[in-house]
């Protein structure tokens, strides 16, 4: 039987790996698009700092990333402290808690942290096939590590 992960440890290595994957598929769906890593980055910045952001330079970039990761983590407190409070049959479903989990933090991003933030452009919800991965990213790629990192907080 694997250690227990501490809550703060399982927060951090579940947010930084979500996070990360999260950003590598966002960096590739960008390039395919015609854009450059830098380019995605500032536009994460931009939810921050507004439409002067997608002219910034490598700074900006990085305060993009630093943005990405502190959503990640934060979305990583809640995944945790829910995963840590579901009953134990669910929580031994990492896929189908992640599939929740992503869809939940899918569905804030677009409908209301977008929307109240500096982001410069409409978020739209209508069907495309880059809005459909986008949203199985946010479930298999960000919401699952950080449900597996959570359920290793748990005994038995």
Same mark, same amino acid.
């Given at each position: ?13 579940? +947010? @930084?790996? /979500?996070? #990360?994957?999260?950003?590598?598929? &966002?960096?590739?769906? =960008? $390039? ?5 890593? *830098? ?7 931009? +939810? @921050?700092? /507004?439409? #002067?952001?997608?002219?910034?330079? &490598?700074?900006?970039? =990085? $305060? ?5 990761? *502190? ?5 990583a407190v ?76 748990r005994a038995?």
């Open positions: 039987m694997r250690k227990p992960l501490g809550v703060i440890t399982a927060i951090l290595v579940g +947010g @930084a790996i /979500g996070g #990360a994957l999260d950003l590598v598929f &966002a960096i590739a769906m =960008a $390039l395919f698009r015609g854009d450059t890593a *830098a380019d995605l980055l500032r536009l994460v910045a931009s +939810g @921050a700092f /507004g439409k #002067a952001a997608l002219d910034g330079g &490598a700074d900006m970039a =990085a $305060l993009g990333m630093a943005c990405h990761f *502190a959503l990640s983590w934060g979305w809640l995944v945790c402290t829910a995963v840590r409070g579901l009953p134990h049959g669910l929580a031994r479903r990492p896929f189908v808690v992640a599939a929740i989990a992503g869809t939940l933090v899918f569905l804030l991003m677009r409908q209301v942290l977008l929307p109240l933030s500096a982001f410069p452009f409409p978020v739209k919800l209508a069907f495309s096939l880059p809005l459909l991965l986008d949203w199985i990213s946010h479930m298999f790629l960000f919401a699952l590590p950080m449900v597996l990192a959570a359920r290793r907080t038995g």
